[in-house]
């Protein structure tokens, strides 16, 4: 199975961990989607970890990201600068998708 998040606020980094690796516990895949304010996330070290992870595919709303003023330099290249296709890709592969 795979699992889609799709993150738009920066109030549940800590159920997206956890969703994901209990996800990944059970052999599942998990892609990630972070837009809007979940964009800040993106510099928090334990989801950057998680996002390493294998399983795991993360990308971003650059366009969210920039208007949030999300350092470059702080996002990690396992993470992908995207757009809203992204999260279409997202939708379209996961048998699943929980939003936060």
Do not use: W
Not at 58 to 63: E, G, N, Q, R, V
């Amino acid at each position: 199975m795979v699992l889609g998040i799709l993150v738009n606020t920066d109030r549940h980094s800590d159920e997206v961990i956890g969703l994901s690796r209990a996800a990944l516990s059970r052999g599942h895949k998990v892609i990630i989607f972070l837009m809007d304010a979940g964009t800040k996330i993106l510099g928090a070290s334990s989801f950057c970890d998680l996002c390493a992870s294998e399983g795991v595919t993360a990308s971003f709303c650059d366009y969210n990201a920039k208007a949030l003023n999300i350092p470059a330099d702080q996002i990690p290249r396992t993470i992908t600068r995207g757009s809203q296709y992204d999260n279409a890709v997202m939708v379209n592969k996961a048998d699943r998708v929980i939003v936060l």
